[in-house]
């Protein structure tokens, strides 16, 4: 499967932001997806993971209450709405697919190229 992340930008603290990833190909409802992200300088961690059927869904402690995972199987896209920003949410996002929702990234086997998340205070 491939994977297309989009809908990064620039935003101000308290905005809102959602990302897209668009897979392709017909095995999308096959994988668990999850969003990853990485600041500059830092290890990429785990944000948000999502079953095949997106029946469940998993959060790091910092994002719960502002971010939502949920995925649309119809059109092989997932998404990740990002409220009440915080400058510490500035970083690349990655989308990723794999066979478990685990919030390790070696864990996943495909990989999106990154949106830019800037979060200004």
């Known amino acids: 499967v491939q994977l297309q992340a989009s809908g990064g930008g620039l935003v101000q603290t308290g905005g809102s932001l959602r990302l897209s990833c668009a897979a392709s190909g017909r095995t999308f409802n096959t994988y668990a997806m999850g969003w990853f992200r990485q600041a500059p300088a830092k290890e990429r961690e785990f944000v948000a993971a999502?079953?095949?059927?997106?029946?469940?869904?998993y959060y790091t402690d910092s994002v719960k209450g502002r971010f939502t995972i949920s995925r649309d199987n119809a059109k092989n896209t997932l998404y990740l709405q990002m409220n009440s920003l915080k400058p510490e949410d500035t970083a690349v996002y990655y989308c990723?697919?794999?066979?478990?929702?685990?919030?390790?990234?070696?864990?996943?086997?495909?990989w999106g190229q990154g949106t830019q998340v800037t979060v200004s205070s």
């Open positions: 990723a697919a794999g066979s478990q929702p685990l919030s390790y990234a070696r864990e996943y086997d495909y």
């Open positions: 999502i079953t095949r059927s997106g029946g469940t869904t």
